[in-house]
């Protein structure tokens, strides 16, 4: 944790205790998600802030999980591109960004199948009012955000190769970016009903892209461009350290194996001089009393040494 960056640790951080909360406090009647998920904008539960909080709840453990990974991965090295403020800010953003586009979604989808005509809709599960069915429809998770953070750091490193599962291959990172962007639009063409908010993570993408051509085009904005050169810095820096560290390692290694071979050397003539003693002993004791004063393992060590 010490080698995190600070924006993408504290973000890493808050999302952990949100999620935390929302497990203990599911379990006292209290759901979190409800409170601070982003409602559909003609729900009866929707509130402006939401669109803030819902980036920082999150389903269930995968959910978390995966979009703590990718923040980890991707975010300690576009912020230490970018910087702790530029980072932030591109951030919650492209977050809030990707939360107009979910709420532009589900109201084409509202005026699309004419949801203001009825009173109820028929579901699976029965009957429900159309008031309670449309306050159903909440968005959590700091997808949107993430995949803004994927972006930037494909635009920011587009040929810097990467290995992703289960690809055998390493790619580079504007080609996995594309593609991720088109599974995306893939999906939110495709599907409809299966729980993720492809737009969401499209409209966080859009957001980004149009924030980072922004900077490109004025980098005397007030946060400057969007930091290939900076990036490629990064690397080098990355680069020359790793270096640096192969070269002490090795220089250490070298050390402890030439003071392990010393020490080596000295036991053995340690060793050598102490068997002498013993066998000096032995044969200044026959040259006293015989060599039947010897005891049975005194004569096993003259025998043994009379064989080396």
């Known amino acids: 944790m010490r080698n995190i960056p600070t924006v993408t640790k504290n973000l ?10 929302y497990e203990v406090l599911l379990r006292t009647g209290v759901d979190l998600n409800n409170l601070l998920g982003l409602h559909f904008i003609l729900a009866k539960d929707f509130q ?37 403020k530029k980072f932030l800010f591109y ?91 088109g599974i995306e639009l893939f999906s939110a063409i495709s599907t409809t009903s299966d729980g993720v908010a492809h737009l969401a993570h499209l409209g966080g993408m859009l957001f980004g892209y149009l924030l980072i051509r922004y900077w490109k085009k004025h980098p005397t904005s007030g946060f400057g461009d969007y930091g290939m ?37 000295w036991e053995y003539n340690a060793r050598k001089r102490a068997d002498q003693d013993e066998i000096d002993r032995i044969l200044d004791k026959i040259r006293k009393s015989g060599y039947d004063s010897l005891s049975k393992a005194e004569k096993q060590r003259l025998f043994d040494s009379s064989k080396k």
Not at 152 to 161: D, H, N, S, T, V
């Open 229 to 265: 050169s900076k990036g490629q810095q990064f690397f080098d820096r990355m680069r020359a350290n790793w270096e640096q560290r192969n070269r002490r390692q090795q220089a250490a290694d070298s050390s402890r194996t030439e003071q392990t071979r010393r020490e080596t050397d």
């Open 48 to 84: 402006v802030y939401q669109l803030f909080t819902y980036m920082f709840m999150h389903a269930n453990l995968t959910h978390i999980f995966f979009n703590m990974f990718a923040l980890w991965m991707f975010g300690c090295v576009v912020e230490n591109v970018w910087g702790p």
């Open 12 to 21: 890493l951080i808050i999302n952990v205790i949100a999620y935390l909360a």
């Open 91 to 181: 951030y919650i953003l492209c977050g809030v960004g990707a939360g107009l586009m979910q709420e532009l979604a589900q109201f084409g989808q509202y005026a699309v199948e004419g949801f203001a005509a009825y009173d109820s809709v028929k579901t699976p599960q029965g009957t429900i009012a159309m008031g309670e069915f449309l306050n159903m429809w909440t968005t959590v998770g700091a997808s949107g955000a993430v995949y803004a953070i994927l972006l930037a750091f494909g635009m920011i490193f587009p040929e810097q190769r990467i290995f992703i599962f289960p690809l055998p291959v390493p790619i580079k990172a504007k080609w996995f970016v594309m593609i991720y962007a």
